[in-house]
Every structure is written in structure tokens, then in C-alpha cells.
């Protein structure tokens, strides 16, 4: 899809990850991240760690500081270049709290009550803190204040993306045209990537590929893929295999063909397709994994990026909360 579009179309692209595990996963890889490279070279990027989401699931500094650092490893190691990019933390540019409070001023409670992921966690029983509830109106917050057009995410954000288009409408119905009204990126082929037993690929279901585990546990989870029970001489659906579909965003057009054509044609086992697929993956990743190990040795360069990012970050932040307070009427100087 996003070779279709133009720096034009896109304008600026802004997203971001939460750093609520010790490493993304190939989901987040897929679903967003690699997607970041990709619309980089296209249009002007910004992306975010965003470590105020992630406070609503991790309660200890110290792993909420290793997650943000591991986020922005990375994010280098997939390729983004921070000359070009603006990658910064959350949290290093507060103005997105402020203007969370203005836009939950506008934001339906019902709307908040419907959200998936709000939901979700309720009927799980959870403990639900309010940030759970609030995190649709933060995420708004985030995109708008830095006047996102594009934002790449993975289906699981669609509601999201939804709930801030309308509330950056009902602003600007309200205080005149401050927001532009972001439109979601989201792909048919990576929308939802499958996790080993097929269901989506999430840190909660404990079902995920870590991005740069070593490549012997990889191996091992790849294995564990679920498929279904036919035997290695019976023809197989290429489209109905979760190994192929994590496959198919590895490979090349021609070796996709290839290894299509043996699933039809029956006497490959399950194994094959599983082995073929660690391979495919071992070739994009591995120098990705020995340049975020080399990224992760070094906190201070790792603090310098940061530092940089959450600079330029902020430039664009105070030029919108101006805008912002000015049409609500709040924060100017007397
Ligand atoms: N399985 C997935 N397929 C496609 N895209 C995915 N994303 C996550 N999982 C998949 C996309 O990755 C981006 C970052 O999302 P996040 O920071 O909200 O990560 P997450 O949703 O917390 O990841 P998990 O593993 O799904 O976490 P839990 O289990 O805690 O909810 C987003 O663009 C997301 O769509």
C-alpha cells in the first residue's frame, strides 16, 4: 500500500510503540515498525516511545527506563536514521498531558466505555486502572499535537485512530480549524500478524516472537507455529497456514510461488515450511539483531538521540498547545 503513496498524500506520518515489554515483537515489526522505515523515506517521520501509554501496564522504573532504552535501540536498528526521523520519548515533552485534559473535556464518556481494549480488559477481570480508560484520549492527544496526517498501525488501532478523527472534528467544529484529521495506515497484508497459535500476536497472550530473541529460540517457536493435521503426503492451502503467512512477509515473490506450489502439491511436511520460514526470517533480522546489540551498548549515544528527538519534538508541540490555548481561551500570559 505504501508504495502507492506520495510524500504529498502523506504529509507528515507520525506513530509510535509503548514500551511495555523487554522487546517488540515481529507484530510490532510487521504491523508498524518496518512499515516507519518505509513512509521515513518517504515523508517527513516522527516517532514516538511511548513510555506515558505504557504506565498504564508497568509499574516499576527501572522497567519502564530498560523498555524506553530497548524501544529506541530499536528503532535505530531497524534502520531509522535520526537525522531524518524525529524519535524521541513521550514523556520528555509534557505539553501532550495538557493537552489530553483539553481534549477529554470534549470527549464522550460513552465513547471511552466502548473501546475494545477498555472493554477487553474488563471482561478479563483485570484490574483496570483509569489510564486504561483514558488511553484513547492520550493517544488522540499525541497525534494531534504533533499535527500527524499518517498514522501506520496495526488493526488493533483502528477504533483508536477512529475515536481521534472524530474528536479532532468535534474541536474544530467547537474552536475553529486547529487539527488536521489524521488518517490511519493500515495494510490488509499486516494488519493483523498471527502469534504462534494463531490468534493475534500479543505480549498479553503470551504467543509472540520476540524481534531479537537469539536464533535458537526463534527456531523453537517457529516449530510450535499451529497448524492444522494433515499428513506430510496430503496437499495443503497455503492461504490457510499461519507459517505462510508470517512467510510471505519475509520472502521474496518468487520464493513465496515456490513454496506455495509444494504446499498444493503435497509431501511437505509442516517441518519444511517451518524451517523455510526461520530462514526467510534469520535473513532480514539477523543484522538487524547485531546492530541493536551494538545499539544497546551504548546508553549514552542512546540518551543523545533521545535528547535531540525530544528538542525538535517539542518545537512543534509549542506551536500547536499556542494555537490550542488561544482557541479555548485558557494559559495566555497575563
Ligand atoms: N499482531 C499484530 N499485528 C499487527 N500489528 C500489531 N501491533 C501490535 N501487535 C500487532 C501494532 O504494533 C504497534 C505498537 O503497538 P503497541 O505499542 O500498542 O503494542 P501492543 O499493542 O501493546 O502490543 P501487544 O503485544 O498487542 O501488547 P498487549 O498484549 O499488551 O496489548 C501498533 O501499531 C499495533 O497495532
Not at 483485570?126 to 488511553?135: C, L
Request: a negative charge; charged letters at 30%; hydrophobic letters at 40%.
Amino acid at each position: 500500500m505504501e508504495k502507492a503513496l506520495d510524500s504529498k498524500k502523506l504529509g507528515r506520518v507520525f506513530s509510535g510503540i509503548q514500551p511495555s515489554g523487554s522487546q517488540v515483537h515481529i507484530g510490532n515489526y510487521l504491523g508498524a515498525m518496518r512499515r516507519f522505515v518505509r513512509l521515513s523515506k518517504l515523508s517527513e517521520t516522527i516517532v514516538c516511545i511511548v513510555d506515558l501509554h505504557a504506565l498504564t501496564s508497568v509499574e516499576k522504573r527501572e522497567e519502564l527506563e530498560k523498555n524506553s532504552q530497548s524501544l529506541a535501540a530499536a528503532y535505530l536498528a531497524i534502520g531509522l536514521d535520526p537525522e531524518e526521523v524525529v524519535i524521541f520519548r513521550q514523556s520528555d515533552v509534557p505539553a501532550v498531558c495538557e493537552l489530553s485534559w483539553y481534549l477529554a473535556c470534549q470527549f464522550p464518556l460513552g465513547l471511552l466505555e466502548r473501546a475494545h481494549s477498555f472493554k477487553d480488559a474488563r471482561a478479563k477481570n483485570e484490574s483496570v486502572n483509569a489510564g486504561r480508560m483514558f488511553y484513547p484520549i492520550l493517544m488522540a492527544a499525541d497525534i494531534l499535537l504533533y499535527r500527524g496526517n499518517s498514522v501506520p498501525v496495526g488493526a488493533d488501532q483502528k477504533q483508536h485512530l477512529e475515536m481521534t478523527r472524530e474528536i479532532a472534528q468535534r474541536f474544530n467544529h467547537r474552536f475553529g480549524q486547529v487539527f488536521p484529521i489524521p488518517e490511519p495506515l493500515i495494510e490488509d497484508a499486516t494488519g493483523v500478524i498471527p502469534g504462534l497459535d494463531g490468534r493475534k500476536m500479543s505480549k498479553s497472550y503470551d504467543n509472540y516472537i520476540g524481534l531479537f530473541e537469539a536464533p535458537k529460540r526463534v527456531r523453537k517457536k517457529i516449530m510450535k507455529i499451529v497448524t492444522d493435521s494433515k499428513a506430510v503426503e496430503e496437499a495443503k492451502d497455503p492461504d490457510e497456514c499461519h507459517v505462510f503467512a508470517l512467510y510471505k512477509l519475509f520472502a521474496g515473490e518468487d520464493e513465496c510461488e515456490a513454496l506455495a506450489e509444494r504446499y498444493r502439491a503435497g509431501g511437505m511436511g509442516y517441518g519444511e515450511a517451518k524451517q523455510e520460514l526461520f530462514e526467510a526470517m534469520e535473513r532480514e533480522i539477523a543484522p538487524l539483531r547485531e546492530s541493536y546489540e551494538s545499539w544497546i551498548s551504548r546508553p549514552d549515544d542512546l540518551r543523545d538521540i533521545l535528547k535531540a528527538g525530544a528538542g525538535r519534538a517539542r518545537v512543534i508541540a509549542e506551536e500547536t498547545m499556542v494555537q490550542v490555548r488561544d482557541a479555548i481561551g485558557v494559559g495566555a500570559v497575563l
